[in-house]
Structures are given as C-alpha cells and as structure tokens.
C-alpha cells in the first residue's frame, strides 16, 4: 500500500487540537476527511506531534497510506482542494517506503513561541502571538534558558495529564532572542513532555520580567515538583515549525 509523507500547516485557533476527537474540530479529522474526499479511502493518519488546542504548525508532518499508487503531487493538490475550506494546508507530498513513520522516525522537532513585546495589543496577529506589554530582557532569558539544556528529569515542566513514560528528556537548544517587537523562543530536543514548551515559556518569561533570575530556574528544574514551575504561557503563540528526520 502506497505511503506518503504530507509537510502540514495549520492555524490551530479553528481546532480543538491535532489529534482526532468525536463531534469536536481537529487538524486531524480535517485532513482525514479530505482523504475520504478525493480517494474515498476512511483512513487513520500518523504524525509526528500531537499539538494542543490553539498550537499551530508551519511544518508538522504525517502520513497516510492510500490504496491507489498517485503521483504525490496529485496526492498534495487533491487534498489542498478539499481542504480549501479548513485553515490547514499540505505544503509538500512525498512517497516514503511503507517502513517510514511520521512519528518513530523522527529524529527531532523544533518549536518557535513567539511573544509580542509591546505596549499596543495586537490585530493582525491576535491568536497567533502571545501579547506582554512589559518590556522583557530577552539576554537574560536567553542566559536563564541554557539551564535546561541537556539531559534532565522535566517533572517540574510536566503536565499533569502527560502519557509519556518518563518525565526525563534532552533538550537540545534553548535559544531565546528579539526579534524586532517580538522575543522568539526556540526549542529543539528530540521529543517533549505535554506542554512541556509552553511550561518553560512561561518560566523564563518570569525572568525576562526580573521576577526571576537563572538560578531560579535551576531550583526550579532541580525540584523536580510541578508546583515549582512558573506560569504556563497560552497556546497562542506556541507553533511546530520543523520535524528531522535521516
């Protein structure tokens, strides 16, 4: 059976979250009744991440294996008509061996959260950023980020509700600067925790605001308790921007 591998983006502000869930809109059931559509094919698509509710994607990625052997570009083109109507597009198709995983075979993923820092609201990217009126120190943040880099136990940056089998990851880089009126935030390791981005977020956004400092987060890191983490930041501004693979 013929597999492909789909290159996806998404507002995430029009679903409940990627995976698929019964009577409620999901990234995944859009794109899944976009395959019935044109192949008339009831499939179970995997992917690589499974995004909260609000959480966007410029470059998640899944696949889908289909009974009939299209051209991938047929496959990408089909789908894009039928989902002309969802805020979720196919960027690239690519027929892959039906050994390849969208999910196990993920070496990394990369995510970018993004914070407008500015005293005005936003309207154009309202949904799509995190609004802080208060000026943030991005360098300290930056400096407070190398904290949780490499191998540790991330209970602290957990959430309650996380499946993962052991709260213990390698987060790979940490890299926080300003961008014009906006701080990005970018994390790559490869896997995380259930919101474990949007937990370190909020965390170091504390610090940018002076009401924590490095060692803060490395207490905090260290406790290894939930209840030491600082505020968890919205879905806003939280988007997957990259899947590697070998």
Same mark, same amino acid.
């Given at each position: 059976?013929?597999?492909?591998?789909?290159t996806?983006?998404?507002?995430?502000?029009s679903?409940?979250?990627?995976? &698929?869930?019964?009577?409620?809109?999901t990234?995944q059931?859009?794109?899944?009744?976009?395959v019935?559509?044109?192949?008339?094919?009831?499939?179970?698509?995997?992917?690589?991440g499974?995004t909260?509710?609000?959480?966007? &994607?410029?470059?998640?990625v899944?696949?889908? #294996?289909?009974?009939?052997d299209?051209?991938?570009?047929?496959?990408?083109?089909?789908?894009n008509?039928?989902?002309?109507?969802e &805020?979720v597009?196919?960027?690239?198709s690519?027929a892959?061996?039906? #050994?390849?995983?969208a999910?196990?075979?993920?070496?990394?993923?990369?995510?970018?959260?993004?914070?407008?820092?500015?005293?005005?609201r936003?309207?154009?990217e309202?949904?799509k950023?995190?609004?802080?009126?208060?000026a943030? #120190?991005?360098?300290?943040?930056?400096?407070?980020?190398?904290?949780?880099?490499?191998?540790?136990?991330?209970?602290?940056?957990?959430?309650?509700?996380?499946?993962?089998?052991?709260?213990?990851?390698?987060?790979?880089?940490?890299?926080?600067?300003?961008?014009?009126?906006?701080?990005?935030?970018?994390?790559?390791?490869?896997?995380?925790?259930?919101?474990?981005?949007?937990?370190?977020?909020?965390?170091?956004?504390e610090?940018?605001?002076?009401?924590?400092?490095?060692?803060?987060?490395a207490?905090a890191?260290?406790?290894?308790?939930?209840?030491?983490?600082?505020?968890?930041?919205?879905?806003?501004?939280?988007?997957l921007?990259?899947?590697?693979? #070998?």
């Amino acid at each position: 059976m013929p597999r492909y591998r789909l290159t996806i983006e998404y507002d995430g502000a029009s679903y409940a979250g990627f995976q &698929a869930q019964a009577g409620l809109p999901t990234v995944q059931g859009a794109i899944e009744t976009a395959v019935k559509g044109f192949s008339g094919q009831v499939v179970r698509i995997a992917a690589a991440g499974r995004t909260d509710s609000g959480v966007h &994607a410029t470059g998640q990625v899944v696949h889908v #294996d289909l009974e009939r052997d299209w051209p991938a570009d047929t496959v990408m083109n089909a789908l894009n008509a039928h989902l002309v109507k969802e &805020a979720v597009a196919v960027l690239d198709s690519t027929a892959v061996g039906d #050994d390849w995983h969208a999910r196990f075979s993920a070496t990394g993923r990369r995510y970018l959260y993004r914070i407008l820092n500015r005293p005005g609201r936003p309207a154009l990217e309202r949904g799509k950023v995190w609004h802080m009126k208060k000026a943030l #120190d991005a360098g300290a943040m930056h400096e407070a980020a190398q904290v949780l880099v490499g191998h540790h136990d991330f209970t602290t940056f957990r959430d309650l509700a996380c499946q993962s089998k052991s709260p213990e990851k390698t987060l790979d880089v940490a890299r926080v600067t300003r961008v014009g009126e906006e701080v990005h935030l970018v994390f790559e390791a490869r896997s995380f925790l259930h919101r474990q981005v949007r937990s370190m977020t909020g965390t170091l956004v504390e610090v940018g605001l002076g009401r924590w400092t490095a060692q803060d987060v490395a207490e905090a890191l260290a406790a290894r308790d939930r209840t030491a983490c600082g505020p968890v930041a919205p879905s806003d501004g939280l988007y997957l921007t990259g899947v590697a693979y #070998d």
